[in-house]
Nanobody, 115 residues
Framework: QVQLVESGGGLVQPGESLRVSCAAS????????MHWYRQTPGKERELVARITPSGTTTYTDSVKGRFTISRDNAKNTVYLQMNSLKPEDTAVYYC?????????WGQGTRVTVSS
């Protein structure tokens, strides 16, 4: 089964952009539906975006038009490009891989949007 490692989080100002990455190891990456979730203290983890093995994408309403999920199966990596960031996007962002009832999580990467 795959293992996931997120990277690319950091501190940015409102309106700026950031790209977070999730590198997978362990094989069969291309067969997993990949997700980005985010979580803030005291709140449930929220699904931000999803990309299927065929490349079909879905987004939560609050990020549509600003965030783009993509995958590079040759590099076993999924990305989340975040543009026009807002303070309310501040969260820990988690990568998730799912296939046939199996759900695998990364450790998370923190994104802080603040002036």
């Amino acid at each position: 089964q795959v293992q996931l490692v997120e990277s690319g989080g950091g501190l940015v100002q409102p309106g700026e952009s950031l790209r977070v990455s999730c590198a997978a190891s362990g094989g069969a990456f291309g067969t997993y539906t990949m997700h980005w979730y985010r979580q803030t203290p005291g709140k449930e983890r929220e699904l931000v975006a999803r990309i299927t093995p065929s490349g079909t994408t879905t987004y939560t309403d609050s990020v549509k038009g600003r965030f783009t999920i993509s995958r590079d199966n040759a590099k076993n990596t999924v990305y989340l490009q975040m543009n026009s960031l807002k303070p309310e996007d501040t969260a820990v962002y988690y990568c998730n891989a799912r296939r046939l009832g199996l759900s695998i999580w990364g450790q998370g990467t923190r994104v802080t949007v603040s002036s």
